[in-house]
């Protein structure tokens, strides 16, 4: 196997924590996202949507899409689980990663991609106030995460799961290139975000 990777990137960094939670190790090809690597033709014919990371498997097939990538991986490695070991806690894992998806790492992203000038030779035209709509979500989102945190050592339950990784990389991404900030109120984010943020995996 082989992952494209991009150092910068929030998707592939969720994949790299992952992976390191595991003790996964996959031979890494850097690829210059912000230069256009990821839209030439040779590329496209991997991942048609020019994203990363993408997998390439040992019989010369792909899988995009970082999420879908970690399903693969646990099956593969089913220990130390990230994603659910019966019907009813893959759910509750599930429910909680895709709250971290969609309201909290995607606002981020879109604040990111609307306001950081960094992006605009990429996507071209940005939108500066839908960018900061998406950020006052995502900082709206950390509220209640904050709750869901009280009494619980981990977002969806009482072990580390694809739930914490998600939401740890979108905050990350989001304090060094949107502009987001971690209220002190929101002490259950702090504690938890403290943790986190110290395991060794955080590193990769």
Not at 15 to 31: H, N, S, T
Not at 105 to 119: D, K, L
């Amino acid at each position: 196997m082989k992952l494209y990777d991009f150092p910068g990137a929030p998707n592939p960094r969720r994949l790299r924590i992952f992976m390191a939670e595991k003790g996964i190790k996959v031979p890494l090809e850097q690829l210059e996202i912000l230069k256009g690597a990821g839209r030439t033709p040779e590329f496209l014919k991997k991942n048609p949507f020019g994203g990363i990371p993408l997998l390439e498997l040992d019989d010369g097939s792909y899988l995009a899409e970082s999420v879908a990538i970690c399903r693969y991986l646990e099956g593969l490695h089913p220990e130390p689980n990230l994603m659910g070991k019966d019907f009813r806690e893959q759910a509750l894992i599930e429910m909680w990663q895709r709250r971290a998806e969609l309201s909290l790492f995607g606002s981020i992203g879109r604040a990111f991609q609307n306001t950081n000038p960094i992006i605009a030779p990429v996507i071209g035209q940005q939108f500066p106030e839908y960018g900061a709509k998406q950020l006052a979500t995502a900082q709206q989102t950390l509220a209640v995460f904050d709750a869901q945190l009280k009494g619980k050592e981990f977002i969806a339950g009482p072990r580390y799961t694809i739930a914490d990784i998600t939401a740890l990389v979108a905050i990350e991404f989001g304090k060094q290139n949107a502009g987001l900030q971690l209220d002190p109120a929101l002490k259950e984010i702090a504690r938890w975000h403290q943790a986190v943020s110290s395991r060794p995996s955080a590193k990769a």
